[in-house]
């Protein structure tokens, strides 16, 4: 059974992982989505299993934050979230970079503008996507779910305005060329709405 984390523990490992960074002189940025960034934003009180990373951040000569792929972690990093998953007893992977798939497809728009950072342990910074980015991502991952889906519901709990949604329906319709798609992306607003009633 994987190992559930609340924002007390997601901010317990994160701290593990950036004070285990500090140690050997080194220093890592990363951005997360889903249910850890909903959690540790207040955004929602429920567990997650694992720590959706969707980019890293690196400086440019201007020092300036710049986002690219996540995968592969620097060698240093992989081996603070390894030796973090060890010593407080979480899954191999409760730190992973599946999310970062999206870059294929693209990124939600405004996500480099939508970053909150927070740094753990001192040398682990921590970019947490804000609600514009949650909303599209969170209604992109229920269209793939049904009703009753943790991203159903996450979308729910986030509680986006039409204005909000329709931001959101502009960038998902384009995730996925099937003709069934649209409809399929419609059916979950129209049960965002319904919710709210």
């Not at 405004?110 to 599209?136: C, K, M, P, S």
């Amino acid at each position: 059974m994987p190992y559930e984390l609340r924002a007390a523990e997601l901010q317990e490992a994160l701290s593990a992982v950036g004070e285990l960074l500090a140690a050997e002189g080194e220093r890592a940025a990363i951005v997360v989505v889903g249910g850890a960034a909903m959690n540790l934003l207040g955004l929602v009180r429920r567990s997650t299993s694992d720590v959706d990373v969707i980019a890293r951040a690196v400086r440019d000569e201007r020092g300036e934050l710049q986002l690219e792929r996540a995968e592969p972690f620097p060698p240093a990093l992989g081996q603070a979230i390894r030796t973090a998953a060890r010593d407080l007893g979480l899954d191999e992977d409760w730190m992973n970079a599946v999310v970062e798939a999206q870059w294929t497809l693209g990124l939600p728009p405004g996500l480099r503008e939508d970053i909150t950072w927070r740094n753990y342990g001192g040398g682990l910074d921590v970019g947490l996507v804000g609600r514009r980015t949650l909303i599209a991502l969170k209604l992109h991952a229920a269209v793939d779910s049904d009703a009753h889906s943790v991203h159903t519901q996450d979308l729910l709990a986030l509680g986006p305005s039409d204005a909000e949604l329709e931001e959101a329906v502009a960038w998902v319709r384009r995730q996925d060329a099937a003709k069934e798609w649209p409809s399929l992306v419609e059916q979950v607003v129209g049960h965002v709405q319904r919710s709210r009633r």
